[in-house]
């Protein structure tokens, strides 16, 4: 059956894998939550420092998955792995602020315009795990386990053998990011609408 | 079996499948200096609907391509709770509202066509429409919905032109995929639409056959090509094994081609890789631009006009090899006979993806 195997929460304040607190935002902190969490992590990625909030959020959830699930990159060949994310509102945190780097008078800044666009999370995800899978970013109202049920049914069918889904809304106000392993197991969380509405702590979803 | 038909082009060269033929056969491109566009009050080459202004520009052509569509099929199809509209797209609506560039969008669609399912939306980067096609094949073909309809479209502005030229990415001439010469992209603004069905009796005009593919990433760089086309080769060699294609049923490549030196040189290595490199290939971004989300669907709409008019269209700005690799790039066009085509795109993100195209 098809079982989620690992899972991460991450929130304004708190991160949680496998649903115990793994980190908690320090208000008095210099650093972005973000950072606060790759440091404390021990992850070692200086590529993470040029991300965009989305690209961190979903660049540390996967690191933690992998913490959780240490066998995955030996489990699966380098195109096993399907990326399955998506989220409410795009980009639009970083294209807000590449629109302003060329409205308040200043030039248009290229590093911010590379990660104008929601499937780029994927590219870091693929780069930092050597990943050469099948990628696929969808806009959706809100988190929608049926989008996931379906297309990771198509996916598990036709050539991957595992899943890394993730609902990733970052913006200025909401940081609200659930990553999830699905694999093929005897036993385990069944990869089902109840357990995703459940352990992504979705307050309401949207049917797809 | 999976049909793909009612194709809908609305571009430069016109409101629907027919008029862009017509232009494509005649070798007429969309392509036009826009004068003080660019960011420092350059003019710039850019292919934009003459016509197509003022908000809600994205919606206006969703709708359009839409319409345009159930026109060609059985329509009661439409509201239908097996049929679901998937809509592919980079940046939707971004100029009517940054923070939410597809709701309103989806929810007029909904409204408007009376359909049973919100719209999806899928944004992959340059990839989208390809992928957005397989996306909708697998649908049909796991049972999920009966019909799927796939719209393409972006639309130009300030905000892509602006960073396409903070990257130096933006031709000075009209694009020249694959030419010597060639400096980078020509932007353009477009819809595509088709419908993918497992009923053959819900097109007014013979669909063709959806071979369904397989996407990969480069796993290299988010916004560079790949050196070795790695992703480009696994894509490719997985959609043509999933069918069962070998190399010498591919009749024609219509590839991505954006004209820029890396993602050219990429793709030549990439079908030198898998011995594709004697197919007739062309790139349509010299007709239409680059029109992002909308340019797979719009090229695999073309690619269908193609073997529905038995004919290869030159690739519009190239005239010298510029490639590592040599490729048979289609210099005029030339009456044939094709059955089955491969339809390629490549984008930021490391994604690649492709899909197939046959005649019945």
Same mark, same amino acid.
């Given at each position: ?80 792995? &399907? #990326? ?7 980009? /639009?945190? +970083?294209?807000?602020? $590449?629109?302003?780097?060329? !409205? ?57 053998? &595992? #899943? ?7 913006? /200025?106000? +909401?940081?609200?990011? $659930?990553?999830?392993?699905? !694999? ?25 | ?360």
């Amino acid at each position: 059956m098809k079982v989620i195997t690992a899972y991460c929460n991450l929130s304004a304040d708190e991160c949680l894998l496998n649903g115990d607190v793994v980190a908690r935002r320090d208000a008095g902190s210099e650093d972005s939550w973000f950072k606060q969490i790759y440091r404390q992590q021990g992850l070692g990625y200086p590529k993470f420092y040029k991300m965009d909030g989305l690209s961190q959020a979903g660049y540390l959830a996967s690191e933690l998955i992998k913490k959780a699930s240490p066998g995955i990159s030996n489990t699966y060949t380098d195109d096993e792995i &399907a #990326l399955v994310f998506a989220n409410a509102s795009s980009s /639009a945190e +970083t294209d807000r602020r $590449f629109m302003q780097t060329y !409205e308040a008078g200043g030039s248009p800044s290229p590093s911010l315009f590379v990660y104008t666009l929601p499937n780029i999370v994927l590219g870091e995800i693929a780069i930092a795990n050597k990943w050469y899978g099948e990628n696929m970013f969808a806009v959706l109202p809100k988190f929608a386990p049926g989008f996931y049920l379906d297309y990771g049914q198509i996916l598990l069918g036709s050539g991957s053998r &595992a #899943l890394l889904c993730g609902w990733l809304e970052v913006t /200025a106000n +909401t940081t609200d990011v $659930f990553l999830f392993l699905v !694999e093929e197991r005897e036993s385990g969380t069944e990869f089902n609408t109840e357990n995703l509405l459940h352990l992504s702590q979705a307050t309401s979803v949207a049917t797809f | 079996m999976i049909y793909i038909g009612a194709e809908v082009i609305v571009s430069p060269l016109g409101d629907n499948a027919e008029a862009n033929w017509q232009a494509l056969s005649e070798n007429r491109s969309g392509i036009a200096l826009a004068q003080g566009v660019g960011f420092n009050g350059e003019d710039i080459h850019l292919a934009k609907i003459t016509g197509l202004r003022g908000p809600l520009r994205f919606q206006q052509l969703v709708i359009k391509a839409l319409s345009a569509l159930s026109r060609q099929i059985d329509a009661s199809i439409l509201s239908s709770g097996k049929t679901i509209v998937l809509i592919s797209s980079t940046k939707g609506a971004l100029d009517d509202n940054l923070h939410d560039q597809f709701s309103e969008t989806c929810a007029s669609v909904m409204h408007q066509f009376n359909l049973a399912h919100l719209p999806m939306v899928i944004s992959n980067a340059c990839i989208s429409g390809v992928l957005t096609l397989n996306v909708a094949g697998n649908m049909v073909e796991a049972g999920q919905y009966d019909h799927v309809v796939v719209i393409g479209c972006d639309v130009a502005s300030d905000f892509v032109l602006y960073g396409f030229q903070s990257l130096f990415a933006v031709s000075g001439q009209p694009c020249a995929p694959f030419d010597a010469a060639r400096n980078g992209i020509t932007l353009g603004e477009g819809c595509g639409a088709a419908l993918i069905s497992s009923t053959k009796s819900v097109f007014q005009n013979a669909p063709l056959e959806l071979l369904t593919g397989a996407s990969a990433n480069d796993a290299n760089h988010i916004s560079g090509p790949s050196r070795t086309g790695e992703g480009l080769v696994r894509s490719v060699s997985r959609t043509m094994q999933k069918h069962g294609i070998g190399n010498e049923e591919i009749d024609f490549i219509c590839a991505h081609g954006t004209g820029t030196v890396f993602n050219d040189e990429m793709e030549a290595i990439a079908f030198d890789r898998i011995a594709l490199s004697d197919k007739p290939l062309n790139s349509l971004k010299g007709y239409f631009g680059h029109t992002l989300g909308a340019a797979g669907v719009i090229e695999t709409a073309v690619c269908m006009q193609m073997v529905r008019n038995s004919m290869l269209i030159k690739s519009a700005g190239y005239r010298n090899a510029g490639t590592s690799r040599p490729l048979n790039i289609i210099l005029e066009n030339e009456p044939k006979r094709l059955r089955t085509i491969l339809k390629t795109a490549s984008g930021f993100g490391g994604g690649n993806a492709s899909l197939m195209i046959r005649d019945l």
